[in-house]
């Protein structure tokens, strides 16, 4: 498997990987589901997250045979914000627009869970996105390409942050070295969100 940076004609290839791995989580499924079902404003969603990302040049990927992107991590340094001002009013039109006002409110209080849950000390990678695309899973291609990723930033010797929203990869992301430092509910369904922090120094 060979990774490689994502460049900006990637955005696109890889928001729609981050769309079709996360359309049935357990938390971002229910929290971005419109007035009417359509999925239309999903795609939007993503790409602001991926552009950011990738304005750091912070993404990882691996290139599937038919164009598409096999797996994407999508990462935050330390030290800069996941969106820019602009991109964050965005995000807020968009699913203003695109949610009942209901729901939109709780998306706001979910969003205001994660930022509260996420340390701002010390320094350290803040992995926003992990995805797989569909065609490609079950191959460890995901794991493997986050284990490329940890073993740079331990060369570094920085942290790296997550928020898993799905319980079924929590023992993945222990096998990488996560280790669980706190839980917190979704605001519609209550699923369960497990904050993990893995640190250079448990490795050695």
Do not use: C
Not at 73 to 100: C, F, I, R, Y
Not at 117 to 144: C, F, N, V, W
Not at 157 to 169: D, F, I, K, M, R
């Amino acid at each position: 498997m060979t990774s490689r940076t994502a460049r900006p004609d990637d955005i696109a290839a890889v928001t729609t990987t981050i769309a079709l791995a996360f359309r049935d989580d357990p938390v971002w499924g229910p929290a971005l589901v419109s007035a009417d079902g359509g999925t239309g404003h999903v795609l939007p969603f993503w790409r602001f997250y991926v552009e950011g990302a990738v304005g750091h040049g912070t993404v990882s990927v691996v290139d599937g045979p038919a164009g598409e992107i096999a797996s994407a991590a999508v990462w935050v340094p330390p030290g800069v914000d996941e969106l820019t001002p602009e991109q964050e009013s965005g995000v807020e039109a968009l699913l203003a627009a695109s949610l009942t006002p209901e729901r939109y409110a709780a998306y706001e209080r979910l969003w205001k869970l994660f930022e509260d849950a996420h340390p701002e000390e010390p320094a350290h990678m803040y992995l926003s996105l992990l995805a797989t695309h569909p065609d490609h899973r079950g191959h460890g291609i995901g794991q493997r390409l986050l284990a490329a990723d940890l073993a740079r930033f331990d060369a570094n010797g920085l942290p790296a942050y997550l928020e898993s929203t799905n319980p079924a990869n929590d023992h993945r992301y222990a096998r990488a070295g996560f280790r669980p430092v706190g839980r917190f509910q979704a605001v519609l369904d209550g699923a369960t969100v497990t904050t993990m922090w893995r640190d250079p120094a448990d490795r050695v």
